[in-house]
């Protein structure tokens, strides 16, 4: 990385010539502030490619030969191959884990999406006290995710609950969240579209408010009602905001840890669950790599959730490419 | 448009107090003694238990939360300085200096902001380890120094917010690249990177999987005390709820001061998106 920052100076003549030009000056004064020109940029640009070197990208590219190797705390092991991923192939925990996170992602990014969207759209009329709504959406936002997993473990608590007892007044039973796949994806993407909403619907408002009235004015006249004004002009205009939000909500929900994690509590809570029925891929990661020591097979879990998210994000750019 | 749209007002405080609800709960339950927060109807005004369990939260074994509180605040102070610093110094490079492979290294930028750095964070600990900074709050604030997403955002705040003559009046003045910046662009980019610091100082408060994976329980993160709680006081809701309360409060003040700005970064982030 940090090599490529350097080009040979006979390259780089050309861009130093494109510098403001200068007053005449002594030669050597003249010379160190040509070098100062043409290689400061380098110089300013060099701490993030440096760090960004070192603490991400290597890592990232290292956990793949890791992953290739039968490597624990003691260090590395042997050479492996691909034995990790075969056996990572056959491993129910691990595609429990895939399956957990694909659904709470979809439980969680498209209700998050379409309220974002009415919740913009709603804003996006002639309001009084702009300030004090838009604070009021982005409140959950400022609330610190672990707290966040805190009060809805609460909240959606067997005995002492809140929701169960709002369904015991329609004559619900009370329902165990965190017992079933179903009821426990339930609770944990409550949190995250209770937390992510009302920033995707202010990305989605600055997007509105950039929209001319006059086609709205022009619908109008050609006597098209609100709603199908929302989907034949508002939507196919804020395009580009949606598909950045989709694939923004699609890496996050892939790596899903911390509510989880901490809906889980107690002793199985990065088991998700006694049964791993909230286990997302990152909790599995995490179990194989910092609980079980097991860094081989930790990191090629962490290489499927990076093809992963990678193959969704591909899925998610041609369908709204295609949609266009 | 009707002058008066009750049904549209109604509409967004329901909204609004979904949104506020959890929150308000937070400060309810931190309030109050366990034996009534089960209680159906559940309890809503506050209580007078804040102090008592306060008092209990600082004291509890495991949690360290005084310590975490401030390991917490530090590690997001210097994070957010050097962010800040970096990401205007290089965001200034890629706006308004010419140089050779500007548009390859400014993609490179863009591409990393679409990588789950994440995933690699078991040869980071590793890394850590061979450094001897597990369980030390370098391991926390160093691989955090600088971020894509900042250099991008302040690059796309210099491209509009510094004229290109001032750069150049400045540069036949005869001052140095470093100098102009210092003393020209960085006091105009001060709006955009008030933005900045304040996404990265909330970024980095509430950041999880990391210090869990580096730190240890006696040298705590406040969101790492947060899961010692929850993992070792599950029964206890004022404990847990009232740690929740103090660790939400510090980005509550940051919100309530700073909130204007924070949406005007976001709507115009989005925008330029």
Known sequence: MVTDLRPSPATSTAAAGSTPPRQPRSGWRDRISRVEVRWSPYLFIAPFFV????????????????????WDITGAGAFVGFDNYVALFGDPDFWNSVFNTLGMLVLATVPQLLMALVLASLLNQKLRGVTFLRMGVLLPIVTSVAAVGIVFSQIFDRDAGMV??????????????????WSSWTAIATMVNWRWTGYNALIYLAAMQAIPKDLYEAATVDGAGKVRQFWSITVPNIRPAIVFTVIMSTIAGMQLFTEPLIFGQGGFAISGGSLRQFQTVSMYMFEKAFRDFDYGYGSAVAWMIFLLITVLGVVNFLITRRSR | MRKTQPLLYATLLVGIALSAFPLYWLFVVATRSNNVVGDW??????????????????????????????????????VTVSVVFFSSLAGFAFAK?????????????????????????IPLYMIMVELGWQNRMEAIVVPA?????????MR?????????ELVEAARIDGCGTFRIFWSIVLPA??????????????GTWNEFLWPLAVLEADNPTV???????????????????????????????????????????????????
């Open chain 2, 145 to 153: 120094l600088v971020s894509a997403f900042g250099v991008f955002l």
């Open chain 2, 97 to 121: 200096l010419k140089f050779r492979g500007r548009n390859g290294l400014l993609l490179v930028i863009l591409a990393t902001m679409m990588i789950p750095v994440q995933m690699g964070i």
């Open chain 1, 51 to 70: 760090i960004f070197a070192v603490f991400g990208l290597f890592p990232l590219i290292y956990t793949a030969w890791v992953s290739l190797h039968d």
């Open chain 2, 223 to 273: 969101q790492f005390s947060l899961s010692q709680l929850s993992t070792t006081y599950y029964t206890d809701y004022t404990l847990m709820f009232t740690g929740a309360l103090v660790a939400t409060v510090p980005l509550l003040l940051v919100f309530i001061a700073f909130g204007r700005q924070i949406i005007g970064g976001i709507m115009e982030g989005a925008v330029k998106a």
């Open chain 2, 189 to 202: 980019l001060r709006p955009g990177a008030a933005v900045l610091a304040l996404t990265t100082f909330m």
């Open chain 2, 156 to 164: 796309q705040y210099a491209e509009q917010a510094v004229p290109d």
């Open chain 2, 41 to 78: 109807p559940p309890p809503l005004a506050p209580g007078p238990n804040l102090w008592d369990n306060l008092g209990r939260l600082f004291a509890a074994e495991d949690a360290n939360f005084l310590l975490g509180m401030w390991n917490s605040l530090l590690t997001s102070a210097v």
């Open chain 1, 164 to 181: 169960n007892g709002l369904l015991g007044l329609v004559n619900v039973d009370a329902v165990d969240w965190r017992a079933d796949k």
